[in-house]
């Protein structure tokens, strides 16, 4: 075929973990449907590239909510495959090794067993642990589904249960990181959703890291024949009396559809769509700069054997609270989130570990600064933030030295910025994390357009395939 059809039943922008998602479910259902991309390849915010001859992945640290099909009741993910018709098997998830949160004063080791973390707190904050317990209960019986656009704040809810600071600290890093979208702190839906994926549900990843899992969907979706078209932009969403009727192309061509789901993100939904689509367009504050550096032998022959580490070096016990928002400084190097993909436990069966190591590291990022350097300076300004936030990493002991003793042992490094998540995804502000608003139901001000993916309000790699399969059902019943 040389191009798309001129029309199909549904249109979906964006190749992205919740695009091809809700392609498989609507095609299975025998749907016309097309997934229209502007880049050149599939994965959008958890995607994948070659350099210098190695494979890299853009966002994979790890796959949440880690519960297999064998346990019952079955978890988020295992009941994702079943409606996408996959089986848990081929995603090859090697459970993760372990994992900490550490801060001046204490530290808090959770794996995929929830009994680790309950006797990590019981032994470092006796008095409380009863309220842990029933803020584990409270975020195990939150309505997740609730759709009201209203901004539930989830830290009075746990200062009610968690009085002492650095254990709310400490909580409240690693669901920060992972997935809030709003400065300091979370909507509460947002918060139960994180706390079951990170702390009750783990992680696991694929040994050859996302690629096999995007290969996966995109094979499952192109076999029940949707159409998937990359370097197909689109320019607007087309609408006639409150309705939407189909996208213009960037080239300019029209395709007409009744339906629309749209992962682009608000900001950019909103543009293509115009006002008739009633939709907020704030951008979203938050930003990282990520590092990448390849070692010639597994991390945790440098001394790093969490999975992932997250990190603040404020000492809340002295008011100085883990801060999560968008720093002044072009990164904050007070925290930061190290992961190292060796430390799964791969199975022999896929290969087992791999001979070379790699190490990420996660810092905020101011994204306004990094939007605006010359092309030499930001070069340089990426050499150098690279490297400032590993030795303030290994000056609180999290990290290897890899910047000094151990940097012979650095084969490649990489490193990107809020600006090179804009160029590739086309979130404004390299907004990960998407707007601080989210728009839970999916529906817009016109009939047939849908939002789906982090700015539906589910975040990461699971979350953005359930938005995409919920709003799919959707359209299905
Ligand atoms: C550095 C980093 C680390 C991460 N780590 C993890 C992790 O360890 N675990 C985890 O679960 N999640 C992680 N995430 C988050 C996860 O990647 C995202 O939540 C998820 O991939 C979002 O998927 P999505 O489908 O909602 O949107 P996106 O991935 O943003 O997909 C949207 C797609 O739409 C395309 N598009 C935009 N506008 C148009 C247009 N006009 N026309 C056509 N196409 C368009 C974009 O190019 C993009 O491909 C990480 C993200 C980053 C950036």
Redesign the pocket.
């Known amino acids: 075929m040389a191009g798309p059809a001129s029309q199909y039943d549904v249109l979906i ?8 998602a809700a392609g498989i479910r609507l095609a299975h259902y025998e749907k016309r449907v097309a997934i ?4 050149t390849t ?6 994948f590239y070659q350099l210098r001859g190695r494979r890299h992945d ?7 909510n880690f519960r297999p099909p064998t346990l019952k009741p079955l978890g988020p993910l295992a009941k994702l495959l079943r409606q996408l018709r996959i089986s848990w098997d081929e995603f090859d998830l090697a459970p993760q090794c372990g994992s900490r949160v550490v801060m001046p004063g204490a530290s808090l080791r959770f794996t995929n067993d929830f009994d680790r973390l309950q006797s990590d707190v019981a032994e470092r904050f006796p008095d409380q642990i009863d309220g842990f317990k029933q803020l584990d209960a409270a975020a195990m019986s939150a309505d997740t589904f609730d759709e009201s656009r209203e901004f539930q704040p989830s830290r009075e809810r746990v200062r009610s249960l968690i009085t002492n600071p650095l254990l709310e600290d400490l909580l409240f890093a690693p669901v920060l990181f ?2 809030s979208p709003t400065p300091h702190d979370c909507d509460w839906r947002q918060f139960a959703i994180l706390w079951r ?1 990170l702390y009750r549900e783990g992680f696991g990843r694929p040994r050859d890291g996302v690629k096999p899992i995007l290969k996966t969907l995109t094979k499952r979706y192109k076999a029940l024949g949707g159409d998937l078209w990359l370097r ?4 607007a969403i087309r609408s006639n009396g409150g309705k939407t009727v189909g996208v213009t ?2 080239d300019g061509t029209e395709i007409d559809a009744p339906h629309i789901l ?4 608000l900001p ?1 939904t909103a543009a ?1 769509a115009g006002d008739a689509a009633d939709l907020p367009t704030d951008p979203g504050p938050l930003s ?1 700069v ?1 590092s990448i550096s390849v070692l010639d032998r597994p991390a945790s022959e440098l001394g790093y054997d969490d999975t ?1 580490t997250f990190y603040s070096t404020r000492d809340p016990r002295a008011g100085d609270r883990f801060r999560y928002a968008n720093p002044e400084d072009p990164c904050d190097l007070t925290s930061g989130i190290a ?1 190292s993909p060796d430390n799964y436990q791969y199975f022999e069966a896929s290969g087992g570990p791999h001979d070379e190591g790699c190490l990420r590291l ?1 810092v905020l990022a101011n994204p306004e600064y990094w939007a605006n350097l010359e092309p030499d300076v930001y070069t340089r300004e990426k050499a150098r933030w690279h490297a400032a936030a590993l030795d303030a990493g290994r000056d609180f002991d999290v990290l290897p030295d890899v910047t000094g003793a151990q940097a012979s042992h650095v084969l490649d490094t990489d490193v ?1 910025t809020p600006k090179t ?1 804009t160029r ?4 404004p502000n ?1 907004a ?3 707007s601080a608003t989210k728009i839970r139901d999916g529906r817009t001000g016109l009939d047939g357009l849908h939002v ?5 309000g ?8 359930l ?2 399969v919920s709003i799919a059902n959707r359209l299905l019943t």
């Open positions: 922008i964006g190749a992205g973990l919740s695009g091809l229209l991309e502007r880049h599939i994965g959008g915010l958890n995607s853009v966002g994979l640290h790890a796959v949440t992972y997935g994926a197909h932009g689109v320019q192309l960037d749209s992962s682009a993100g950019q293509m990282f990520e992932v992961c996660t990107f998540i590739f995804t086309g979130h390299g990960v994390y998407g789906i993916g982090t700015d539906q589910y975040l990461g790699i699971v979350g953005a395939m938005s995409g």
